[in-house]
């Protein structure tokens, strides 16, 4: 069976080395160039969309931000999943908001922002402080805002009012303000849905960010209340959108009390642990989901943690001694994702101390959140 990709970035790579022992042939359309380009190699395969399309048997996404023209002709395809509706509401956080409304679950109040009467009127109906977000292409921290008690409200609109004039999505661009949630830890949680409904979820983990971007993401174990909440909303998002694939949800844990911080449609980083910890890994569950191939078990089969490596040339080869290290192929610049390490363990305790022995070589002003993740497990 082939499958096209769309996106040639690190998750297409990971899908197609998952992929291979299953027989199934990846291709990546590469968005920028036009290119059909093997994921793993990079070597040109062909060129154009329609060519990919005509060769595939199935169709799927590595990303989000997709030119909706780009999205029409797969979905005209009948082979897209989890197709157009899924993909563009993980991008646009208009669209992403109605939906966690319509399923019903749990998130942050927040309101629409175009105008400076849409921002005043956020501000008196949700008070301070708030976090603005833009509702197309942020990610990792960009494109969003904070608004506190005490920050200047006139310069804050002067950004945003500025962001918004020459933002190259022009018109289709805006900003999302929501409500400050105090929150005690953000957790993700990843499933996958087939054709029929069936489900796969994996273990909640819990990430540590740093400026924005993941830094470490830990699988061990969960208070099963917890998990049991961020399940049966992960059900009703999945089905509302009659979801085929694997979905990421990221919540804000508020003493036991989840809200939905953000979806992704696709395979996420914070999945990255069950290549090494889980039954079958989140990149061949979307495969098996989207080719419509029985789903894999998503049990956890040990305390497993996930380091991202951002903008690092390499890492010390002790690390190898003690873990799992995935590289992407990628150039390294600062804020870039090159690759991540998998570290497992026995138990909680003794993964804790796994994560204390490879901090030891690592710079800790090029990996701070080894130590937080490590207390997490004490």
């Keep these: 069976m082939n499958v096209l990709v769309l996106g040639a970035g690190q998750l297409a790579r990971m899908m197609a080395l998952a992929g291979a022992p299953l027989n199934l042939k990846i291709s990546a359309y590469d968005v920028r160039s036009g290119n059909l380009v093997h994921p793993v190699t990079l070597e040109v395969l062909g060129q154009g969309l329609e060519n990919g399309i005509a060769d595939a048997d199935v169709i799927t996404a590595e990303f989000e931000h997709i030119a909706p023209d780009v999205l029409e002709v797969c979905q005209a395809s009948g082979k897209f999943y989890p197709g157009e509706t899924a993909i563009l509401t993980g991008g646009d956080r208009r669209l992403e908001k109605a939906l966690l409304d319509k399923a019903g679950v749990a998130n ?186 029985p789903l894999g078990s998503a049990k956890r089969i040990r305390p497993t943690a996930m380091i991202n490596i951002v903008g690092e040339v390499t890492v010390p080869t002790g690390v190898m001694g003690l873990a799992h290290v995935h590289w992407y192929d990628k150039a390294p610049r600062p804020g870039r994702k090159i690759g991540h390490i998998n570290l497992c363990a026995d138990n909680a305790k003794a993964l804790g101390e796994a994560l204390q022995k490879v901090a030891k070589h690592l710079d800790d002003a090029e990996f701070p959140a080894l130590q937080s993740a490590a207390e997490t497990l004490s």
Aim: proline letters at 3%; a negative charge.
């Design 108 to 293: 942050a109040r927040y309101q629409v922002i175009e105008s400076r009467a849409d921002y005043d009127k956020a501000i008196a109906n949700i008070g301070l402080p708030l976090i603005l977000k833009s509702a197309l292409d942020g990610y990792d921290g960009k494109g969003q805002w904070r608004l506190k008690p005490d920050s200047d409200i006139e310069s804050v609109w002067q950004d945003i009012d500025q962001f918004l004039k020459t933002s190259p999505q022009g018109a289709r661009q805006c900003v999302i303000a929501e409500e400050f949630v105090p929150f005690d830890r953000e957790v993700s949680l990843i499933g996958a849905r087939n054709a029929k409904g069936d489900l796969e979820i994996y273990p909640l983990t819990e990430n540590i960010h740093t400026n924005g971007i993941l830094s470490v993401s830990v699988a061990a174990g969960d208070n099963d209340a917890v998990q049991a909440q961020a399940e049966a909303m992960f059900k009703a998002v999945a089905d509302t959108l009659d979801y085929v694939g694997v979905l990421a949800i990221e919540f804000f844990d508020v003493g036991g009390n989840l809200k939905v911080n953000e979806i992704a449609p696709r395979v996420h980083n914070s999945g990255h642990w069950t290549q090494q910890g889980a039954e079958v890994c989140q990149f061949e569950n979307h495969l098996r989901a989207v080719c419509g191939l």
